[in-house]
């Protein structure tokens, strides 16, 4: 289904009576503003904006809106190009201030959705922005929440709340769920090119949505209800998480047995139907991962529903940091040394390759986990000068690795632009990303 099609029929493009571009300028001064300018609200606001939206982003914190206005921020190329274009152009403004929402004719909800150590759902900043929301609501606002968050929530936190005010759903204002699909650092898929869900309060909220997204991406996929949205995010990524723990176990399995596991899923990936590639590494990071199904087990476990193969695979993830710190101390016996007072050096810290982002990132655990064993742990990654650990710990990035003179390196992340060609001449190198194979005296992990 595109467009907004469902499965009763197409769905209109535009609020009802109205032209899909008038549907979301008229009496407005901005087509669209975006709350909260992160990894996600950002690259949103800049591809509405290329599309010749008139776009207010808005951000609580003064220092975001800081490093976005010096053009500081984390983006892929294409982005940072949008971004100078944007700063140069009056239709296109970022602010702190949330009373300014009223001035949009859509407003979409761009904000982090964490979880604590326990592994709870942290809801306080998305309620926080969806107040501010419900607050400065004006008659003819299309509504839109994307962040990603638990099954019923946009009902919860904008159409009840808006009710409260005295703007129905579907009638006053149209309130959807559309769950974000940006992939932080990737570059492969433009904004317009990649397809958006969306589920309304009301048919007519999805029409109203449809018509926003539509301004800037090609195709939109319409489901029944904000609910049937709001689950497509969660089933999104609860089966990558479900997958990668996969991975990882074969890893396990292919090391006992002597296999090569990258050898052995690049082998499995030729087949053309009925099997998708998912690979194997030190642990998942961001906020999608190894967040987003601790949504879903949180609201099932209120519900006393069992979901084994999930919480399996989310206790594998968690796990994963604490199994690599354990190789690397079982490679460093192999290799003549004890981990107390052993120079550990970790390659590389960011969740993912070829971002500035240390959201959940697997190589916090791992150096905890290393310096709780006694080893002297640096760390090498230029994307981040300094590293704070949780016990509030600093360290500084090591300019020169091939000086740390370490007895194991640990390769976490590897950015293009970092020349690893130094590993060379290191003593050990534990691989946790499996691509190493032509380094020297490489341990897979």
């Not at 503003?33 to 690259?43: R, S």
């Not at 929301?133 to 299309?142: K, P, R, T, W």
């Not at 929530?153 to 204002?173: F, I, K, M, Q, Y």
């Not at 009925?274 to 194997?280: D, R």
Request: net charge negative; hydrophobic share 45%.
């Amino acid at each position: 289904m595109l467009l907004g099609d469902t499965k009763h029929g197409h769905a209109d493009t535009a609020h009802p009576g109205l032209s899909e571009e008038a549907a979301t300028t008229q009496g407005f001064a901005f087509d669209v503003a975006i709350v909260g300018l992160g990894y996600v609200g950002l690259p949103t606001s800049l591809a509405f904006h290329a599309a010749g939206c008139r776009v207010l982003g808005i951000d609580v914190s003064d220092d975001r809106l800081d490093v976005v206005r010096r053009q500081c921020a984390d983006l892929v190329d294409a982005d940072r190009r949008r971004l100078a274009n944007a700063l140069e152009d009056n239709g296109y403004e970022t602010t702190s201030d949330t009373a300014r929402l009223s001035e949009a004719a859509a407003v979409i909800v761009c904000v982090p959705t964490p979880v604590d150590e326990h592994l709870t759902p942290e809801l306080g900043i998305l309620r926080g922005a969806c107040r501010s929301v419900v607050e400065h609501a004006v008659a003819g606002q299309a509504l839109i929440l994307t962040s990603t968050t638990y099954v019923g929530s946009t009902r919860d936190l904008l159409a009840t709340e808006l009710s409260a005010r005295g703007l129905e759903a579907g009638t006053d204002v149209f309130v959807a769920f559309s769950p974000e699909r940006i992939d932080p650092g990737n570059d492969r898929f433009a904004h317009e090119e990649v397809p958006r869900v969306v589920g309304g309060v009301t048919p007519a909220c999805t029409a109203a949505a449809t018509a926003v997204l539509h301004r800037y991406t090609k195709n939109v996929h319409g489901v029944e209800s904000t609910d049937a949205a709001e689950m497509t995010k969660l089933v999104e990524n609860t089966f990558r998480a479900v997958n990668i723990a996969l991975a990882n176990e074969f890893a396990e399995i292919c090391r006992s047995l002597r296999l090569d596991v990258m050898d052995v899923i690049e082998a499995a990936a030729t087949k053309p139907y009925g099997f998708m590639p998912f690979f194997p590494g030190p642990g998942v990071g961001g906020h999608c991962i190894p967040c987003d199904p601790h949504y879903l087990l949180w609201q099932l476990r209120k519900k006393r529903l069992s979901t084994p193969l999930i919480e399996q695979a989310m206790i594998g993830i968690a796990a994963r940091p604490h199994q690599v710190a354990e190789r690397a101390r079982q490679t460093l016996s192999e290799h003549g040394f004890g981990i107390v007072g052993a120079r550990v050096l970790v390659v590389g810290v960011a969740y993912k390759p070829n971002v500035e982002d240390l959201r959940e990132s697997p190589a916090l655990e791992i150096i905890a986990d290393l310096v709780e064993m006694g080893a002297d742990v640096a760390y090498h990654d230029p994307n981040f000068p300094v590293l704070p650990l949780r016990d509030g710990t600093v360290l500084a990035d090591v300019t020169d690795p091939g000086a740390f003179h370490a007895d194991l390196v640990i390769v976490h992340t590897a950015h293009d632009e970092v020349d690893l060609a130094w590993l060379d001449t290191a003593s050990a190198v534990l691989d946790t990303t499996y691509r190493l194979d032509r380094v020297p005296r490489r341990v897979p992990l």
